[in-house]
């Protein structure tokens, strides 16, 4: 009985050393000072941090559900969605090479597999509907293009977080970032506000994205230290913001007829 308990007490420990550092452990359970101020950040920061890695496992999956149940990727600027991937695997390899904590980037792997579907999905079914009077295969769809990206992209992935490339380069990529994200989601802000609809554009996905953002921006600033990390999430924060603000404006509204 003596050997089990210890056995739980050591499991215990060490997951909460994992969580919260030895000495926020020794803070919290051992002296019961739960209003230690850097301990309790370290703690929020962490259960962030979880949460969102959780969180991003589905964040993207009602976007692919409404892409693939309607066949059409209506709305969705593939331009944008590529330099939203850009961004999101620049950061994933900076944040993977640098050491940082899982906790730190972890859902960033989730959201790039997951953004790699859509541009895919977006690929395979065309983004938008073939019009009236247009040429067959103008807007259609193919797979050929989908599987040739999909290709590409997980060479890229490989590369940058292999050890290849070298960090100097990827802490580059990260910096590029910032501009990217402005101006991927502009190109869709900007399509939605010349169709006056969102498209086939996921509520769900766009919200989460928002709220995940604003939650990175303190746990990066607590975990990394890093503030290329922390700029580029405020800025993916006001980005998503405006996209988020759009498809609550339009509600289901659909494309103005040419």
Not at 27 to 39: G, I
Not at 47 to 74: D, H, R
Not at 86 to 112: D, K, Q, R
Request: overall charge positive; charged content about 15%.
């Amino acid at each position: 009985m003596a050997v089990s308990l210890n056995n739980t007490y050591g499991f215990a420990k060490n997951l909460s050393t994992s969580l919260f550092t030895e000495r926020c452990h020794d803070a919290f359970f051992v002296e019961f000072d739960f209003f230690n101020m850097t301990c309790v950040k370290i703690a929020i920061s962490k259960m962030l941090g979880i949460g969102i890695i959780a969180g991003s496992m589905l964040v993207k999956v009602p976007q692919i559900l409404k892409i693939m149940s309607s066949k059409s990727a209506e709305g969705i600027s593939i331009p944008s969605v590529c330099m939203e991937l850009f961004a999101i695997t620049a950061s994933l390899s900076y944040s993977f090479i640098s050491g940082f904590p899982f906790s730190a980037w972890g859902e960033g792997l989730f959201l790039a597999l997951q953004t790699c579907a859509i541009a895919a999905l977006s690929l395979f079914f065309g983004a938008g509907s073939l019009k009236k009077g247009s040429k067959k295969g103008e807007t259609e769809g193919s797979s050929a293009k989908a599987a040739l990206f999909m290709a590409i992209y997980s060479a890229v992935l490989y590369v940058l977080m292999s050890g290849i490339t070298k960090v100097e380069v990827l802490r580059t990529m990260q910096a590029c970032n910032v501009p990217l994200i402005l101006l991927g989601k502009s190109i869709q802000a900007l399509a939605n506000y010349r169709r006056q609809s969102t498209g086939q554009l996921s509520a769900a996905t766009l919200g989460l994205l928002f709220v995940g953002s604003l939650a990175r921006i303190f746990t990066s600033i607590q975990e990394t230290g890093d503030m290329v990390l922390v700029v580029t999430y405020m800025a993916a924060s006001l980005a998503n913001g405006v996209i988020f603000a759009q498809i609550l404006y339009y509600g289901r509204g659909h494309a103005k007829s040419e």
